[in-house]
Structures are given as C-alpha cells and as structure tokens.
C-alpha cells in the first residue's frame, strides 16, 4: 500500500535551509538581503525557517542575489514549486487544523518515529472508535461530523504504517494508557487488540511503561522524534491542548533522544509487553 502522498512540508523544510546556508555561506545578514528585495526582514526570516512557503519568484529573486549557477537554480526553483504543493490533508479542511498540518507533513515523510504517549493509544495505533471517544472528551462543543472528519484524518495517517518505504516506529507508552478504559470494555478490548496486531509488524516496536518504574525523565509530558534520510535533520514535537512545538536545535534533539533512550531501556521488552496487555484485555472480560 503507498503513502497517500509525498510531504511538500519536508520540502520546505529543505528549501529553507537552503536558502539560509546560501546566504551565510557570502556571509550576508538578513537585513542586508530583504533591503536589496525591498522585503521586510521578517518575511525572509519566516521563508529561512519554513514557517512560510516561499513563491517560486522569490526564490528566483534570492538566488540571483547568491548568485547561483543553472544547474543549482533550476533544482532549487523545482523544490520550491514542489514545496507549495498540497498535501492530502489539506482535502479535509478544518479536521486538520493549521497547527497540526507541520507534523501530518513530517510524519508522512519520516523514516523514523520514536514516541512516548503517556495518557492515550498512539494515534497511529487507536481504533476509530477509540478515536471518537478520544475527540469527544476533548473537543467539547464538537458537531459529531466534525468529530467524523478527524476520525478519517487518522485513519488515513495510519496507512503509514504499512505504506511501501513505512518508517521504523519504536512506540513507549505508560502503563496508564492499556488500563484507562476508554468507551468501555468493548471499545477498549478491541483497542487492546489492536495493539497486539500492529506489534506483528516487522517494523513496529510498542514496549509498556510499567508503574513499578517509578519516576521517570518524561512524567512532564508525551513527545515524537522524527528522523528522516538521509541528511534532514531530525525533529522533536510536543502537543499542547492549543498547539505544537518543533523543537530542532542539536542539543534539543539529542536531550529528547537520550530520553527516549532511556524508556525503552526502562519499559517492559516488545514481549513481555504484549504478554501484559493480553492479561489487561483478559481482566476486561471478567
């Protein structure tokens, strides 16, 4: 099965640093090149760090100021038309709201997912009735066609998984997350079961954080590490109720992946993990 589509978000991305390495490597401020465009400084610096899309004009401007050859122009010129394309989620509007479009984009792109989820099921893994439930406590004022279209945004995410080229998913999630019942024992049975098949896949881990760790480096939140290849550097991404934060700077990165490194070594192994959700589904059925 293939990915719904490519990342015109990763593509930014590229671009953006780019442009920010052609103008550094002549040693040229920002102000100095948006005062030769007549641009406002803010607008290059929003295109230098893929907060904007960048008009395959505007890029044609920057690159004569650098004075880049043909053969980089026109490869440049191609990414930025290519990074203004949309991507699928941009098909179903409001379900994907502008703050989540960076991280659908960097997900469909990655060749890596390390996550902890320390509340709820991974939304890559969640059932859709799972999902409803999910949307219906936390989007209170919700028309149930809105909580539909959310429900088939994440379902489409999930053919990542399986997709030709699917990254490699290492997964941590707290104990909490398998022995909170959500929407009862019949949606949560068949949540845990659901669990259960994707840990058969060949490039899925999903290990269980067990409460007799105790304390541990990620109490204060849930976080994704995003690796791409072969040279994007890779992203963390943290979700609030009202946002999301990209965390990209080196020492930033690293701090999130030593985390991370340090749960999986903590949690229960793939094995025993799967052992102890099947008893948690069983109990269920008591």
Request: hydrophobic fraction near 40%.
């Amino acid at each position: 099965m293939a990915r719904p589509t490519g990342s015109p978000t990763v593509r930014r991305r590229q671009l953006a640093a780019e442009l920010r390495r052609l103008r550094e490597d002549r040693n040229l401020g920002i102000e100095q090149v948006a005062e030769q465009l007549d641009w406002h400084p803010t607008k290059l610096s929003r295109f230098e760090t893929a907060r904007r899309a960048i008009q395959p004009s505007d890029a044609r401007a920057l690159l004569g100021i650098y004075e880049v050859g043909p053969a980089e122009r026109d490869a440049l010129l191609t990414l930025a038309r290519e990074a203004r394309q949309r991507g699928w989620w941009h098909s179903y509007g409001p379900a994907v709201p502008e703050w989540f479009e960076v991280y659908v984009g960097l997900e469909s792109a990655a060749s890596s997912l390390q996550i902890y989820e320390g509340e709820f099921v991974p939304g890559l893994l969640q059932t859709a009735d799972y999902i409803r439930e999910v949307h219906r406590a936390s989007l209170l004022h919700a028309s149930s066609e809105d909580i539909e279209q959310r429900v088939a945004v994440r379902l489409t995410r999930q053919k990542l998984l399986t997709s030709e080229g699917a990254p490699n998913v290492s997964m941590v999630m707290n104990e909490a997350v398998i022995r909170r019942v959500v929407g009862g024992s019949e949606v949560m049975r068949a949540q845990l079961q659901r669990l259960l098949d994707v840990a058969d896949l060949r490039n899925v881990t999903l290990q269980v954080l067990p409460f007799a760790v105790g304390a541990h480096p990620a109490m204060d939140g849930a976080f994704h590490v995003l690796g791409f290849e072969p040279t994007d550097p890779r992203v963390v991404y943290i979700e609030y109720h009202t946002g999301t934060l990209y965390l990209e700077k080196q020492h930033e990165v690293d701090r999130y992946t030593v985390m991370f490194d340090h749960l999986r070594e903590s949690a229960l192994s793939a094995d025993e993990s799967s052992t102890l959700i099947r008893q948690v589904a069983r109990d269920l059925q008591a």
